[in-house]
């Protein structure tokens, strides 16, 4: 049974980087023919669409966040990771990592996903 | 970026039918980009109940169904059970803007 788990710091300075990894158990991320996608919610609010990042490492973000974000993935840990620089207190979170699933990109939905990692942009 | 519009919140008596409408337009659902709802518990991660419009994933009970036409979606909940009480959030795709755009959650109260 695939199952993925957010893991970074939940604590990060205005103006620094958020990193964020999120690591596969039960299937391997570069058998597989799926995206993989970073979403994330706001307290009490609704959910996001941060950006995707295949295998092979291509990669496909939120306009409103490309200047911001870097989604990269590391086959041989089984993982791919997000990066978000410059972050203001708009930027906290819950952050989420799923699986796209679907017969193309347009149509996906997304399944399983990670329990989340709340990240606080505070000083 | 919520650019699908649902009710804030729905609520009926256990063993009522309740119905969820999610509202896009011409370039997300309108265009033939499918329809999937989430159920999301307080805390805890959202899960799959719907795909492609109108299919459960396995282990989800047939109370839960889907429905597309137009514009629009709709998540119906027959036979309300306490257990139901989350928000639920539809998801598609928009072309105008390039992304994967969700509803704006509903919150369902089981009287």
């Known amino acids: 049974q695939l199952q993925l788990q957010e893991s970074g710091p939940g604590l990060v300075k205005p103006s620094e980087t958020l990193s964020l990894t999120c690591s596969v158990s039960g299937g391997s991320i570069s058998r597989s023919s799926n995206h993989w996608a970073w979403f994330r919610q706001p307290p009490g609010k609704g959910l996001e669409w941060v950006g995707s990042?295949?295998?092979?490492?291509?990669?496909y973000y939120n306009p409103s966040l490309e200047s911001r974000v870097t989604i990269s993935v590391d086959t041989s840990k089984n993982q791919f990771s997000l990066k978000l620089v410059s972050v203001t207190a708009a930027d906290t979170a819950v952050y989420y990592c799923a699986r796209h699933t679907g017969s193309s990109w347009f149509y996906n939905c997304f399944d399983p996903w990670g329990q989340g990692a709340l990240v606080t942009v505070s000083s | 970026q919520s650019v699908l519009t649902q009710p804030p919140s729905v609520s009926g008596a256990p063993g009522q039918r309740v119905t969820i409408s999610c509202t896009g337009s011409?370039?997300?659902?309108?265009?033939?980009?499918?329809v999937h709802w989430y159920q999301q518990f307080p805390g805890t991660a959202p899960k799959l109940l719907i795909y492609?419009?109108?299919n459960r994933p396995s282990g989800v009970p047939d109370r839960f169904s889907g429905s597309k036409s137009d514009t629009s979606a709709s998540l119906a909940i027959s036979g309300l059970q306490a257990e139901d009480e989350a928000d639920y959030y539809c998801q598609s795709y928009d072309s105008s803007l390039s992304v994967y755009v969700f509803g704006t959650g509903t919150k369902v109260t089981v009287l």
């Open positions: 011409s370039s997300n659902i309108g265009a033939g980009y499918d």
């Open positions: 990042v295949y295998y092979s490492g291509s990669t």
């Open positions: 492609v419009n109108s």
